[in-house]
């Protein structure tokens, strides 16, 4: 199996990562800006590891990582889009700029790579995509509404691939993580309280649910589950759900996912 993995460099990408080199046979692509910590990581993991240090927004991009993984594969089994992040900040503070960033990665840059890639995937059917979206494209938070209509949007388009890549043996799943501990989403106030700590999950079990939606083939998947109910209550129970994000809870939610440093 030939796996590429974007955002490989820390946090779900890199755990991602190490649990498919266990895979029998696995050669894994890493992708991510960060060359050193990619290569670190090959070294680690050893045997046929393709290190691509690329920035995802950057045009040609995917065009690039088409090429090179053509060369040293001429194929290509399974496509993480997991790179990722979030700016925080009230729409009022922030603007549509701060929307601009966020769908250009979240969105646009992981389009642009299936895009280049999609061909290739075709090719070598049955294959599979895996879309690491966010229980956030489900459930919108104040102070995250960019990070919000990004995962949205991006669980819309994943959505439609699905049904239309479905003829062309190429299956793609769709992970939607909680909150869970990764250097650029730290979630420090979740964890610092007791009475919150037990709601943050660790990158091993989202690796574990992008294998199920991958080379499982399962269409969708919460990591971990229970999320899902947060999904369903925005639906179903939309007065809840308001009054719950809105009330004294909220603000150690809000802040949760503070993103510290801009990657
Ligand atoms: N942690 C959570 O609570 C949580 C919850 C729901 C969804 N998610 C989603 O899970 C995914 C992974 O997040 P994470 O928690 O593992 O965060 P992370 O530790 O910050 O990892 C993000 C990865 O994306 C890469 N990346 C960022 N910008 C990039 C760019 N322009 N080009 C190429 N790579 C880029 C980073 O590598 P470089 O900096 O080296 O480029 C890094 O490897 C994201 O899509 C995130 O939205 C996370």
């Known amino acids: 199996?030939?796996?590429?993995?974007?955002?490989?460099?820390?946090?779900?990408?890199?755990?991602?990562?190490?649990?498919?080199?266990?895979?029998?046979?696995?050669?894994?692509?890493?992708?991510?800006?960060?060359?050193?910590?990619?290569?670190?990581?090959?070294?680690?993991?050893?045997?046929?590891?393709?290190?691509?240090?690329?920035?995802?927004?950057?045009?040609?991009?995917?065009?690039?990582?088409?090429?090179?993984?053509?060369?040293?594969?001429?194929?290509?089994?399974?496509?993480?889009?997991?790179?990722?992040?979030?700016?925080?900040?009230?729409?009022?503070?922030?603007?549509?700029?701060?929307?601009?960033?966020?769908?250009?990665?979240?969105?646009?840059?992981?389009?642009a790579l299936t895009e280049a890639l999609l061909p290739l995937l075709r090719e070598s059917a049955p294959s599979a995509i895996v879309n690491v979206a966010s229980t956030a494209g489900r459930v919108a938070r104040a102070g995250s509404g960019g990070y919000s209509a990004s995962k949205f949007a991006f669980i819309g388009w994943t959505d439609s691939l699905h049904l239309e890549e479905r003829p062309n043996g190429v299956h793609v799943g769709l992970v939607n993580p909680g909150f869970v501990a990764t250097e650029g989403f730290p979630q420090a106030e979740l964890v610092e309280k007791a009475t919150t700590r037990w709601m943050v999950s660790t990158p091993e079990k989202v690796a574990e649910a992008i294998l199920q939606a991958g080379p499982g083939g399962k269409a969708e998947r919460y990591a971990p589950r229970p999320y899902a109910l947060a999904a369903a209550a925005r639906i179903l129970l939309p007065g809840f759900t308001r009054r719950v994000l809105g009330g004294g809870g909220a603000s150690a939610l809000a802040t949760s996912t503070k993103v510290d440093a801009e990657p």
């Open 1 to 111: 199996m030939i796996a590429l993995i974007t955002g490989a460099s820390s946090g779900i990408g890199e755990a991602t990562a190490r649990r498919l080199a266990r895979e029998p046979g696995a050669r894994l692509v890493l992708v991510a800006r960060r060359a050193d910590r990619l290569e670190a990581l090959a070294a680690e993991l050893g045997g046929d590891v393709l290190v691509l240090a690329e920035d995802l927004t950057d045009p040609g991009a995917g065009e690039r990582i088409d090429a090179a993984v053509r060369e040293r594969h001429g194929r290509l089994d399974l496509l993480v889009n997991n790179a990722g992040a979030g700016w925080r900040g009230a729409f009022a503070d922030v603007g549509t700029a701060n929307l601009r960033r966020t769908l250009e990665l979240n969105l646009f840059a992981q389009a």
